[in-house]
């Protein structure tokens, strides 16, 4: 697979705004878009973001038509995708790929339902895409903080991340191309057109509000299936807002079953890497190579490659 990368963000380029999932709040969409305008960017707002269909921004052929339109514009550099949701998996069978693959690969990110969406223009049309903020990330306090992990990857700049508040469950390093995203959708895929071989890849996953007996499920799919024996290295973010809701406690914990489900591999794992739900979400692009160190105080992870072209 020869991987196409987009070309990086700079000041004056256009940023799409794309609801492939809900529809965001006008004040909050105004609130983001005066953030990016007044450091330089111009943003361009797809108009399905003031469309309402129940929760979302339009029907699955409303919603992929409006992605398709940005991908295909030769004014946007980059789309952020409004805000999370759900029933973005079905968007997939209303895309057509096969045209897209002849269209230059513009920067594409968000997290949570997006996740269908990254990882299948990554594998369909092999290009770089970004696990990262939304929109409406910069709709709050957390905005500076975004922007300045978002900018420094969307530029070109070599980054390395120190984790120094993560959890170390088994020690080593690793290295390939990043994969991932939401566990449950990602889990989804699997299976699928729309996912790429693991192997030899680090797999990173978050997810929220999920069942702790779903995890465990999810958990024995992926070592069923191959694809913990396969990779080079895990990292877990944040699981936010974990359930335990049935008749009869479950037992374990999420580090327990890490632990368990990654039993006998030799790569590096690590949980509450600084991705999530919740502020943390540092920029991640599926398909550039990566280095991970699992160490007894502090864990890193190197970007091998730039992720963009700079032009």
Same mark, same amino acid.
């Given at each position: 697979m020869i991987l196409?990368?987009?070309?990086?963000?700079?000041?004056g380029d256009t940023i799409g705004v794309v609801a492939t999932g809900r529809w965001l709040n006008p004040d909050r969409l105004d609130q983001a878009t005066h953030f990016w305008e007044t450091r330089g960017y111009r943003v361009k707002i797809h108009p399905n973001n003031?469309?309402?269909?129940?929760?979302?921004?339009?029907? !699955?052929?409303?919603?992929?038509?409006?992605?398709?339109?940005?991908?295909?514009?030769?004014?946007?550099?980059?789309?952020?995708?409004?805000g999370g949701g759900n029933r973005t998996l079905h968007l997939l069978d209303y895309i057509n790929f096969e045209r897209l693959k002849n269209t230059p690969p513009k920067i594409i990110m968000g997290f949570s339902d997006t996740t269908a969406l990254i990882n299948a223009l990554h594998h369909k049309c092999?290009?770089?895409?970004?696990?990262?903020?939304?929109?409406? &990330?910069?709709?709050?306090?957390?905005?500076?903080?975004?922007?300045k992990e978002?900018?420094?990857?969307?530029? &070109?700049?070599?980054?390395?991340?120190?984790?120094?508040?993560?959890?170390?469950?088994?020690?080593?390093?690793?290295?390939?191309p990043l994969i991932g995203g939401n566990m449950c959708i990602f889990t989804y895929l699997l299976g699928t057109e729309f996912i790429s071989d693991l192997k030899g890849k680090i797999l990173f996953l978050e997810d929220e509000s999920e069942e702790i007996r779903n995890i465990d499920r999810m958990l024995l799919h992926l070592r069923r299936l191959g694809h913990m024996e396969s990779?080079?290295?895990?990292?877990?973010?944040? !699981?936010?807002?974990?359930?335990?809701?049935?008749?009869?406690?479950?037992?374990?914990?999420?580090?327990?079953?890490?632990?368990?489900?990654?039993?006998?591999?030799?790569?590096?794992?690590?949980?509450?890497?600084? !991705?999530?739900?919740?502020?943390?979400?540092?920029?991640?692009?599926? &398909?550039?190579?990566?280095?991970?160190?699992? &160490?007894?105080?502090?864990?890193?992870?190197?970007?091998?490659?730039?992720?963009?072209?700079?032009?």
């Open positions: 196409q990368k987009p070309r990086a963000l700079n000041k003031y469309s309402r269909y129940h929760e979302w921004g339009g029907d !699955f052929e409303e919603r992929a038509t409006a992605l398709a339109d940005y991908l295909c514009d030769p004014e946007i550099t980059a789309i952020f995708n409004a092999h290009w770089v895409t970004f696990h990262g903020p939304s929109i409406a &990330g910069y709709s709050k306090d957390t905005a500076e903080i975004h922007y978002v900018t420094e990857i969307l530029s &070109g700049d070599s980054v390395s991340h120190n984790f120094t508040h993560a959890q170390t469950l088994r020690q080593g390093t690793g290295s390939g990779i080079s290295g895990l990292m877990i973010g944040g !699981f936010s807002m974990i359930g335990n809701n049935g008749s009869i406690s479950f037992p374990y914990s999420l580090e327990e079953l890490l632990l368990e489900h990654t039993e006998g591999l030799n790569i590096p794992v690590i949980m509450n890497a600084p !991705f999530s739900h919740s502020k943390d979400i540092i920029p991640l692009p599926l &398909g550039i190579e990566a280095a991970l160190t699992a &160490g007894a105080e502090t864990s890193t992870l190197k970007l091998l490659e730039s992720a963009v072209q700079k032009i």
